[in-house]
């Protein structure tokens, strides 16, 4: 700005000079200014385009009284700033809180706090799919987080958590917010820690698929609903009787054959596999995130047992890795980085920072993945995750519930759709609010059936 002022001084009537001028103030945000200026590159330089252009831009922003700051992945415009009171306006719905996020001396959170340096002069343009996020935060009606992936790209096209707040009533309503015994400032998605449950019975299949172990060394399992491990009580939920099969214990969920198939594996395996599956793994984006842990060590049969199931008081994860699950499978067993800043670019409308899809981690074979893709169809068409069916498509999915706190079930459901061609896959958490199969699985039903218009 400086430089170009000097250069206007020396050389008065510059096209050049003004242009520079006229785009530093637009930078600037000092609209009618930079309007001006245009003006006076035109009067010396009559149908310029360059100086039209950027003339129509800040007349246009002008009008509207909103210059754009992030876009989501399809242009659409989800924080603004307003060129008359220079106050930020966010997207209509609250549906964004924690993505967008605050600054303030009272609350720092989100790109607002991460990347607010990029303001002004620059736009950013997120993965998130507007349409998607809607119909998310629409679907989810308890605390907890929906996150949505391409498991392509690693692209997060949906992260809602909740409860929200509503960005323009931070300010007067803070102590209220504050209060809250949910806390609402929390982003549930990439900072929410839980207890797994059987979700990670996902980690186990691929262990003993790629470990070779064979059905006839752990089937047929008999469940009683409990067992005693080392003089404790192990409990299923369930009496499942006589179960035959990998896909049985799947289907039924049955915690029994999966304390057998952990201790055939043993616990080095279970370890293994899970960091395969981004636990401990640091997450590395422009919104913290979490890491997903388990521990190294395992000191009893017992813990083996609750560690092969997904449980132990040390067993957490994000809803963001347990959708990198289910977008590992679908993407036949390839996992890639989850990012959610798609690229910036600068008031020239210059790429100044690109994301492009990285491979995180090769977890399992294509093989594997496939072999487990059937049986989380099976899953969904005949057992517990009958309430995410979907008429006309298959849903490839898997429950979970687990008791992170002691204020009540957590449920969970991970899955991806179509399962033969997958576009999404997904991790809902319903924080103590019930059953996997009950609470979670009706969630995913509603958003596949929306966001792939069945």
């Known amino acids: ?134 119909i998310a935060s629409s679907a989810l009606s308890t605390p907890g987080a929906v996150v949505i992936l391409d498991p392509k790209t690693g692209a997060i096209l949906a992260a809602v958590s909740n409860p929200k707040f509503n960005p323009d009533k931070v300010e007067k309503e803070f102590s209220r ?28 299949t691929s262990a003993m698929i790629e470990c070779g172990l064979s059905e006839k060394e752990i089937f047929p399992v008999k469940c009683n609903g409990s067992m005693v491990i080392e003089g404790k009580v192990f409990f299923c939920w369930e009496k499942h009787g006589n179960v035959k099969s990998v896909e049985e214990a799947i289907d039924q969920s049955c915690n029994i054959a999966f304390q057998k198939i952990g201790s055939v594996l043993g616990y080095d395996k279970i370890y293994e596999y899970a960091n395969k599956y981004g636990f401990n793994t640091p ?83 294509k093989e594997t993945a496939a072999q487990l893709t059937l049986y989380m169809v099976d899953a969904v068409e005949r057992g517990l995750g009958q309430k995410a069916r979907v008429q006309g498509m298959k849903v490839a999915g898997k429950t979970g519930t687990a008791r992170t706190s002691g204020k009540g079930l957590d449920g969970w459901f991970v899955c991806f759709a179509p399962a033969d061609n997958p576009k999404i896959a997904m991790a809902i958490l319903c924080d103590a609010s019930g059953k996997g199969m009950e609470v979670a699985a009706p969630v995913a039903k509603r958003i596949i059936s929306e966001a792939l218009g069945q």
């Open 1 to 134: 700005m400086i430089e170009f002022e000097h250069h206007n001084k020396l050389v008065p009537g510059d096209r050049k000079g003004l242009l520079g001028q006229g785009i530093s103030l637009h930078a600037l945000e000092r609209i009618q200014d930079a309007i001006d200026t245009y003006k006076k590159g035109l009067a010396v330089a009559p149908g310029n385009s360059e100086l039209t252009k950027y003339l129509e831009l800040a007349q246009k922003q002008k009008d509207k009284d909103a210059i754009d700051y992030i876009y989501d992945r399809n242009g659409v415009p989800v924080l603004r700033r307003s060129v008359a009171k220079g106050k930020l306006i966010f997207s209509a719905e609250s549906n964004m809180d924690k993505i967008i996020g605050y600054s303030s001396d009272k609350l720092k959170l989100g790109l607002l706090d991460k990347m607010g340096k990029t303001f002004p002069g620059n736009t950013i343009t997120l993965c998130i799919d507007s349409r998607l996020q809607r």
């Open 283 to 365: 997450i590395d984006m422009q919104l913290p995130v979490a890491t997903s842990s388990v521990p190294l060590e395992c000191e009893s049969k017992y813990e083996l047992a609750d560690r092969s199931t997904g449980l132990g008081k040390d067993f957490r994860i994000t809803p963001l890795i347990a959708a990198c699950m289910a977008s590992t499978v679908a993407n036949g067993g390839m996992l890639m980085k989850p990012y959610i800043v798609k690229e910036v670019k600068n008031i020239l409308g210059d790429v100044v920072y690109k994301e492009e899809p990285a491979v995180m981690k090769n977890v399992i074979k």
């Open 177 to 204: 917010y504050k209060s809250m015994k949910n806390n609402v400032f929390l982003n549930r998605a990439f900072e929410g820690l839980y207890e797994p449950g059987s979700i990670c019975k996902i980690i186990t």
